[in-house]
C-alpha cells in the first residue's frame, strides 16, 4: 500500500466525523439564526406600535385636560396631532398579526378608540353647554373609556413580549442541545484523528531522522553515506533516490574542486590587473581581499588579508564610511573634495578618489563593503591650473576693466548734453555690462583664491549673536524698503566659534541677498542661530518660491542659477564662495526646500574647543548632506 494510501484511510474517518459535525453546527446556527430571526421579525413591530399607541393615547389624555383648563386651541391642536399617530401605529400593529389573540385585542383597541373620539367629541359639546359640568363628564365619560384602550394597548405589549421570551427561551435550549451535540462530533474526531496521527508519525518520522543525520553527513562533506529501504512506498522510494543523489554528489564533488579552484585564481588575476586599488572587507572588518594597487596606495602589502582594517587606513572619515557600509548597508553620498583621499606630502603627494559600496546578500544579509581608490592626482593638477589661471586672467582683467569704466563714466559726464536719448540709453546699459562684468571678475578672483587657499582668515573666537547682528544691519534697510519682514532666532547659551568673523559676515549677507532677491513683498526671511554637540548651526529661512528638487545637489556649483526671471543680475559664484569660505573655516554647508514652501541655507562652524570623537562623527553626518 502507498503512503498515499496509509494516510487517506487513516485521515478519512475523522475527516467525514469533520465534515458531519461542520454540517451539523451549520443546520443548527441556521436554525437558530431562524428563530431568532422570528422573535425580531414578529413581535418587535407590534411591541413598537403598543409602546407608540400608549405614548399617543396619553399625550391626548393630556390634551383633553387642557382643553378642560380652557386652553382650546393649544388642546386640540395636540389631540389632533397625537390621534394620526395613533391611528398611524394601530394600522402597522393590525398589518403585523402573528400570534394568536393578537387580532382579538387590536379589535378592542380599535373599537375602544373609536369610543374614545365619540366621547371627546360630547365633551367638547358638554364644555360649550354647561362649562361647569366639564370635569364630572370627563371623569365619568371619557376617563373609564381612556383607561380601557390603554390597558389594550399594554395586554397587546406584554403578549409580544411574553411571546418573545417564549421564543428566547426556545433558542437557548436549541443552542445548548447544538453546542454539545457538536462538542461531542467534534471530540470524536479529534480522538479518532489523534489516534491514527500517533501510528503514522512514528512510522514516518523514523526515515525521516535518518535522512536528516544523512543530510549533516553530507553538509559536513561525509557524501559516502546511504539509507536503509524498510519499505516500498514513497518513503522507501525517497530513500534510494536520496542514496542516489549522494552518490552523484560525492562524484560531483570530487570533479568540481579542481574547477573551482581555478575559478578563484582567476578572481585572483582579474582582481590584480584592475588598475585602481580595490580592498574587500567583510561584516567585522577585516580585509578578505586586496589588490596590489590598494596595498601600494594604502603602504602595505599583500600579505594584509585577514587583518583589521584599521590598521592600514589612518583616515577616521574613511574608515567611518567603511564601518557603516559593512555593518549598517549605508553607501556614502559624496561629491567634490569629500570623496577625495590625500596621501603623502609635497612632491610625492597624492590624491585618490573613493568609493564605498556595501556588499549584500540575499534578503537583509550583509557580507560586508568595497572601497575603490581611483588615481585623480593628474585631475587634482589640472583643477589646480585651471584655478590658478582664473585667478591670473580675473587679476589681469580687472585693471583694464577699471579703466575702461572709469573712461565710460568721463565719457557719460562730459557728452551728457550732445548725445540723444537712444545714445544715453546705450551708454547707461554699456556702462551696467561693464559692472556685472567687474563683479564676475570680482568673484572669480576671490572663488579662484579661496579655492587655492591664498585667501587669509583672521581667525578668532565670535559670538553668533555678533554675526548675525552684522549681517542684519547690513540688509535691513533694503529688506524695509521692500517691505519684507527680518527676523532672527537666536538660542539662549550659544558657544563661540572660530572664525573670521567677516568672511561669515558676508556669507550669511550673501545667503540674505538670495532670500531677499527672490521673496515677494510682504514675505519673512528668518536667520537661526542654534548650536548641538560641537557644532554651530546657523541658518536663513523664507518663504519664497522654493528652489527644485533636481537643482538642489549642484546650487553650490559654479555659475548655477534658478532658472527665474529674479535671478537676472547675479553672477551664480556666490554660493560657490559662500561653500569654499565654510570649508576653509572645516565646516559644511547644505540647502533644503521643497517648491512652494519656501527655502533653507544652512551652514555649520566648529565651537572653540578641542574637537571630540562625536564632532568628528556629526561632522561626517553633515558633510553626507
Given amino acids: 500500500m502507498t503512503l498515499r494510501r496509509k494516510i487517506l484511510f487513516g485521515f478519512g474517518g475523522a475527516l467525514l466525523l469533520l465534515a458531519i459535525t461542520l454540517a451539523w453546527a451549520v443546520w443548527n446556527i441556521v436554525h437558530l439564526g431562524q428563530a431568532s430571526d422570528a422573535i425580531l421579525r414578529e413581535n418587535y413591530k407590534s411591541i413598537l406600535a403598543a409602546e407608540n399607541m400608549i405614548d399617543a393615547i396619553e399625550r391626548q ?12 386651541e393649544e388642546g386640540l391642536r395636540q389631540f389632533r396631532e397625537n390621534e394620526a399617530q395613533f391611528l398611524q401605529w394601530l394600522g402597522r400593529a393590525r398589518d403585523n398579526i402573528t400570534i394568536e389573540g393578537e387580532k382579538e385585542i387590536i379589535d378592542r383597541i380599535d373599537s375602544g378608540y373609536a369610543d374614545y373620539l365619540a366621547r371627546f367629541s360630547d365633551l367638547q359639546g358638554t364644555k360649550n353647554k354647561a362649562p361647569g359640568d366639564t370635569g364630572k363628564t370627563y371623569h365619568e365619560s371619557v376617563l373609564p373609556v381612556f383607561s380601557a384602550v390603554r390597558d389594550a394597548c399594554t395586554n397587546l405589549r406584554d403578549l409580544n413580549q411574553q411571546t418573545m421570551f417564549d421564543a428566547s427561551k426556545r433558542a437557548e435550549i436549541l443552542a445548548r442541545t447544538a453546542f454539545v451535540s457538536t462538542l461531542g462530533i467534534g471530540a470524536a474526531a479529534l480522538l479518532i484523528g489523534l489516534g491514527y496521527s500517533l501510528v503514522l508519525s512514528g512510522r514516518l518520522v523514523r526515515p525521516l531522522r535518518d535522512m536528516l543525520d544523512a543530510s549533516h553527513a553530507i553538509a559536513e562533506g561525509k557524501y559516502e553515506v546511504s539509507i536503509p529501504a524498510e519499505s516500498r512506498d514513497e518513503l522507501g522510494r525517497l530513500a534510494d533516490g536520496f542514496n542516489a543523489m549522494a552518490g552523484r554528489l560525492a562524484l560531483y564533488h570530487r570533479l568540481n574542486v579542481e574547477k573551482v579552484v581555478a575559478e578563484k585564481r582567476k578572481a585572483d588575476a582579474v582582481l590584480r590587473s584592475i588598475e585602481d586599488g580595490i580592498v574587500v572587507v567583510d561584516a567585522d572588518l577585516k580585509v578578505s581581499e586586496i589588490n596590489p594597487t590598494a596595498a601600494r596606495i594604502l603602504g602595505t602589502d599583500d600579505e594584509s588579508v585577514g587583518r583589521h582594517v584599521l590598521e592600514m587606513i589612518r583616515n577616521d572619515k574613511l574608515f567611518g564610511y567603511l564601518r557603516d557600509a559593512a555593518e549598517k548597508g549605508i553607501s556614502p553620498r559624496l561629491e567634490g573634495e569629500k570623496a577625495i583621499l590625500t596621501t603623502g606630502h609635497g612632491d610625492n603627494e597624492r590624491h585618490y578618489l573613493f568609493a564605498v559600496t556595501p556588499v549584500h546578500g540575499q534578503g537583509e544579509a550583509r557580507y560586508g563593503a568595497v572601497l575603490l581608490l581611483r588615481d585623480v592626482t593628474r585631475l587634482q593638477e589640472v583643477n589646480r591650473l585651471k584655478s590658478e589661471f582664473v585667478m591670473t586672467a580675473s587679476h589681469e582683467l580687472r585693471t583694464p576693466l577699471q579703466s575702461i569704466t572709469m573712461s565710460m563714466n568721463l565719457l557719460k559726464e562730459r557728452a551728457r548734453d550732445r548725445f540723444g536719448n537712444e545714445d544715453r540709453e546705450l551708454l547707461d546699459t554699456s556702462l551696467e555690462e561693464l559692472h556685472r562684468l567687474t563683479a564676475l571678475i570680482n568673484d572669480l578672483l576671490d572663488l579662484s583664491k579661496l579655492e587655492a587657499g591664498k585667501i587669509g582668515m583672521d581667525m578668532d573666537s565670535v559670538e553668533a549673536g555678533l554675526l548675525v547682528d552684522k549681517a542684519l544691519s547690513v540688509i535691513g534697510e533694503q529688506a524695509r524698503n521692500r517691505n519684507i519682514t527680518l527676523s532672527a ?16 559676515v558676508w556669507v550669511l549677507t550673501n545667503l540674505l541677498s538670495n532670500a531677499l532677491r527672490y521673496v515677494d513683498g510682504g514675505g519673512r526671511i528668518t536667520v537661526v542661530a542654534e548650536a548641538a554637540g560641537n557644532w554651530l548651526y546657523l541658518s536663513v529661512r523664507d518663504n519664497g518660491p522654493g528652489i527644485p528638487a533636481e537643482l538642489q545637489s549642484r546650487i553650490f556649483e559654479k555659475f548655477v542659477q534658478a532658472d527665474s526671471p529674479k535671478s537676472v543680475g547675479g553672477t551664480g559664484l556666490g554660493l560657490a564662495i559662500c561653500r569654499e569660505i565654510v570649508r576653509a573655516h572645516k565646516g559644511t554647508i547644505w ?5 512652494g514652501e519656501g527655502a533653507t541655507f544652512t551652514f555649520a562652524l566648529p565651537v572653540v574647543g578641542p574637537c571630540k570623537r562625536e564632532e568628528t562623527d556629526e561632522y561626517a553626518k553633515n558633510t553626507d548632506r
Fill in 591 to 595: 540647502v533644503e526646500s521643497k517648491e
Fill in 489 to 504: 532666532e537666536i538660542s539662549n547659551g550659544l558657544p563661540k566659534v572660530r572664525a573670521d568673523a567677516n568672511k561669515i
Fill in 61 to 72: 389624555d393630556s390634551a383633553t385636560l387642557l382643553v378642560i383648563l380652557n386652553y382650546d
